[in-house]
Each structure stands twice: as C-alpha cells, then as structure tokens.
C-alpha cells in the first residue's frame, strides 16, 4: 500500500524505485550500486520517520539482498537521500 502523501514517489514514469514497506505499507526506496567491483553500495531513502528498529531491520535486510544481488565481497547499507522530490 501506498499511504496518499508518498503517492508517486515509488517511480517515475515506468521506471519503479525498489521499495521498503513496513507493516504493509511503503516506507522508503532504495538503490544498489556497484561503482568499485570490491563494494556493493545499497542505499535507503526513508519517506518518513524510521525509529532504531526499524532502521536495524531495513539494514540486515539490505545485507541479505546484496549477497544475492551483488558478487562484491564486501557490502555497504548507507540511508541517504537520492531521490530529490522537490519538498
């Protein structure tokens, strides 16, 4: 679910963000890069506010997916804004 104030923030165009949800809902977008073969960079863009448990949470799961998702040895969960919605 997309709660009405992150309506359209999910993508632009036919291009969807990869997306967090918490309990069901939308929560933050993130984005994978691997600029250096030797790191794997996932970051996290909370739409609203994150409280520490949920923060550790989106963290171990980012984790788990960048060693499904990236051959990198090493992986880096950063929450950081890189998506500007002109707010």
Same mark, same amino acid.
């Given at each position: ?11 632009v ?5 990869? $997306? +967090?949800? /918490?309990?069901g809902? &939308?929560?933050?977008?993130? #984005?994978?890069?691997? !600029? ?6 996932? $970051? +996290?863009? /909370?739409?609203?506010? &994150?409280?520490?448990?949920? #923060?550790?949470?989106? !963290? ?6 960048? $060693? +499904? ?19």
């Amino acid at each position: 679910m997309i709660p009405p104030a992150y309506k359209g923030r999910n993508g632009v165009g036919n291009q969807a963000y990869g $997306t +967090v949800l /918490a309990d069901g809902f &939308l929560a933050a977008l993130w #984005r994978l890069d691997e !600029t250096d073969p030797d790191t794997s960079v996932l $970051t +996290v863009q /909370a739409l609203g506010e &994150l409280g520490p448990a949920l #923060r550790e949470e989106i !963290t171990q799961e980012a984790v788990d997916l960048q $060693t +499904v998702m990236s051959g990198a040895p090493t992986h880096d969960v950063r929450f950081a804004t890189f998506v500007d919605f002109g707010d």
